[in-house]
C-alpha cells in the first residue's frame, strides 16, 4: 500500500462469538497491538515505539484491523490469534508500504558532454530524489538499457545515458517499486541542441581567441608605459590603432573576437 494510506486486515469472520478472544500483534516480538475480550470491550494498544498511538481501529463485529495514516514504521508482519474455549486459530498478515513515487527528472549531462571526445553523442542523466524500494531504468522503446535499484527507505539515485544527437528512436525513464511506476519519455531535439551547435570547436578558434586576449592585455601594458614616460618627460605622443574584427562560422556558431593592436607610433 502507499504512504498515508489506510489498510484494513480481515478477519474473514463474519461476527465474534461471545466466548472468543481475538488478538492482534505485531513484527518479530508479536507485540500486542489490540485485542477483544471475550466480553466485547475493545484495547488497542501504542506498540513499539508508539507508531501505533491513534491509528488503529478495531471492528468489534468481525475483529478486523484497520490502520490509518500508515507510514513505513508500519511495515512487516501481523498476526491474528483467535482464541475459543475448545479451538484456537492463528492468521497471518505482511504489510509492505510504499512512498507514492516521483516523476523522474532528464537533464542533459553537461560536464560528460563538454569533455567527451566524440561529436556525435549527447550525455543525458536521469534522476529522483527521496525514493526508497525502487529500480531506476532507462529503456529504449520497450527494451531495457540499463537499471540501477536500491533497497534504502529514502536515496537519490541517478543513471546515464549516451544517445546519438540525430537519434530518432524513442528513450524513456522508468521509476518503479513493486506496486506502481512513473515514467519521463526523453526529447533528444530539446536536451541536445544547444550542445551539438557548441560542441567540438576547432583548436584553431580557441588558440585565436586566447591570442586575441594576450595581444590585448600586451597592448594595454604598452600604452601604460608610454602614458608613464609621457608624464616624466613632457613629450606628448599619437597612437595609431586599428581595431580588427575576426569572424568564423562553424557548425552555426558565429565567433566575434575584437583585439587592439598597437601599429605605430609617432613622437613629434
Known amino acids: 500500500t502507499f504512504f498515508g ?8 469472520v463474519t461476527e465474534i462469538h461471545e466466548d472468543n478472544d481475538i488478538l492482534w500483534k505485531f513484527g518479530a ?23 501505533f498511538r491513534d491509528r488503529l481501529k478495531l471492528d468489534n463485529q468481525t475483529g478486523s484491523l484497520t490502520i490509518t495514516n500508515i507510514t513505513t514504521q508500519h511495515d512487516g508482519h501481523y498476526e491474528l490469534e483467535t482464541d475459543g474455549p475448545m479451538w484456537w486459530s492463528t492468521k497471518t498478515f505482511s504489510v509492505s508500504v510504499y512512498a507514492r513515487l516521483p516523476v523522474p527528472v532528464i537533464i542533459g549531462d553537461y560536464s560528460q558532454n563538454l569533455s567527451s571526445s566524440s561529436q556525435q553523442n549527447c550525455s543525458l542523466l536521469c534522476s529522483v530524489v527521496n525514493a526508497g524500494h ?6 529504449k522503446g520497450n527494451s531495457l538499457l540499463s537499471s540501477i535499484s536500491v533497497s534504502d527507505l529514502s ?3 541517478s543513471l546515464p545515458l549516451e544517445v546519438e544527437y540525430q537519434d530518432k528512436n524513442s528513450y524513456s525513464c522508468v521509476i518503479n517499486n513493486p ?11 530539446q536536451l541536445c541542441q544547444i550542445h551539438s551547435g557548441t560542441r567540438g570547436l576547432p ?11 594576450s595581444l590585448l592585455i600586451v597592448a594595454a601594458v604598452v600604452m601604460c608605459c608610454i602614458c608613464w614616460k609621457c608624464r616624466k618627460t613632457g613629450k606628448e605622443f599619437v597612437y595609431i590603432l586599428i581595431l580588427p574584427i575576426v569572424n568564423a562560422l562553424y557548425k552555426d556558431l558565429y565567433i566575434k573576437s ?3 593592436v598597437l601599429f605605430h607610433i609617432f613622437e613629434y
Open 5 to 12: 494510506n489506510s489498510v484494513t486486515l480481515n478477519s474473514d
Open 258 to 260: 575584437q583585439t587592439f
Open 29 to 51: 516480538e508479536n507485540s500486542l497491538i489490540a485485542k477483544i475480550s471475550r466480553a466485547k470491550r475493545i484495547f488497542t494498544y501504542d506498540g513499539p515505539d508508539g507508531r
Open 179 to 189: 506496486i506502481s511506476k512513473q515514467m519521463k519519455h526523453l526529447n533528444i531535439t
Open 134 to 139: 525502487v529500480t531506476l531504468s532507462w529503456y
Open 155 to 157: 536515496s537519490s539515485l
Open 203 to 213: 583548436l584553431f578558434y580557441i588558440l585565436l581567441i586566447s591570442a586575441a586576449g
